[in-house]
T-cell receptor, first 114, second 115 residues
Framework: AQSVTQLGSHVSVSEGALVLLRCNYSSSVPPYLFWYVQYPNQGLQLLLKYTSAATLVKGINGFEAEFKKSETSFHLTKPSAHMSDAAEYFCAVSPQGGYQKVTFGTGTKLQVIP | DTAVSQTPKYLVTQMGNDKSIKCEQNLGHDTMYWYKQDSKKFLKIMFSYNNKELIINETVPNRFSPKSPDKAHLNLHINSLELGDSAVYFC??????????????FGPGTRLLVL
């Protein structure tokens, strides 16, 4: 069984401020972890993913996430928010070595204030 | 070129009708999916096909029937539409189903409204 919990359905930051979106996972086997972004009226696109090669993962648009097994977390960060970062962000988990059944979190809507 | 395309983009219909949504991917992927996203943005997998074979079938009413004529296409037919079927339906594809780490590529979504 696997699940992800995203803390905070809405997060507001000022332009230029640090972005921190929280994700905790639960998995009975070693997980793969993903962050996807959804812009208004669009489909999801991959920001970054953890595939056990490195615990600190860098993605597109200046985002990065760190896999912390001891905390079962995979938080997403960006040092300086840009207006174009306003979107819905989804954390997702998939079991290693199994069928590609990805479980998504409930999403966090990021608002960037000018 | 659009990697994963869906038609129609919007679908407004009456309760009780039957409708289909089409999905095509030109990425050469082996696996395709249907997801349902509700009004609260919760995204839930419905079906997954690998090389035209059904591999994931979540607890979806049997009014929903996926069909994969070839590995580049996965269509979704819905019979006897109900108000609760109103949602955004996303098609997605990935290269492989067995590794678990594959990136999924999503279509733009079909916004279904049942009146």
């Amino acid at each position: 069984a696997q699940s992800v919990t995203q803390l905070g359905s809405h997060v507001s930051v000022s332009e230029g401020a640090l972005v921190l979106l929280r994700c905790n996972y639960s998995s009975s086997v070693p997980p793969y972890l993903f962050w996807y972004v959804q812009y208004p009226n669009q489909g999801l696109q991959l920001l970054l993913k953890y595939t056990s090669a490195a615990t600190l993962v860098k993605g597109i648009n200046g985002f990065e996430a760190e896999f912390k097994k001891s905390e079962t977390s995979f938080h997403l960060t960006k040092p300086s928010a840009h207006m174009s970062d306003a979107a819905e962000y989804f954390c997702a988990v998939s079991p290693q070595g199994g069928y590609q059944k990805v479980t998504f979190g409930t999403g966090t809507k990021l608002q960037v204030i000018p | 070129d659009t990697a994963v395309s869906q038609t129609p983009k919007y679908l407004v219909t009456q309760m009780g009708n039957d409708k289909s949504i089409k999905c095509e991917q030109n990425l050469g992927h082996d696996t395709m999916y249907w997801y349902k996203q509700d009004s609260k943005k919760f995204l839930k997998i419905m079906f997954s096909y690998n090389n035209k074979e059904l591999i994931i079938n979540e607890t979806v009413p049997n009014r929903f029937s996926p069909k994969s004529p070839d590995k580049a296409h996965l269509n979704l037919h819905i019979n006897s539409l109900e108000l609760g079927d109103s949602a955004v339906y996303f098609c997605a594809s990935s290269q492989d189903r067995t590794s678990g780490q594959e990136t999924q590529y999503f279509g733009p979504g079909t916004r279904l409204l049942v009146l």
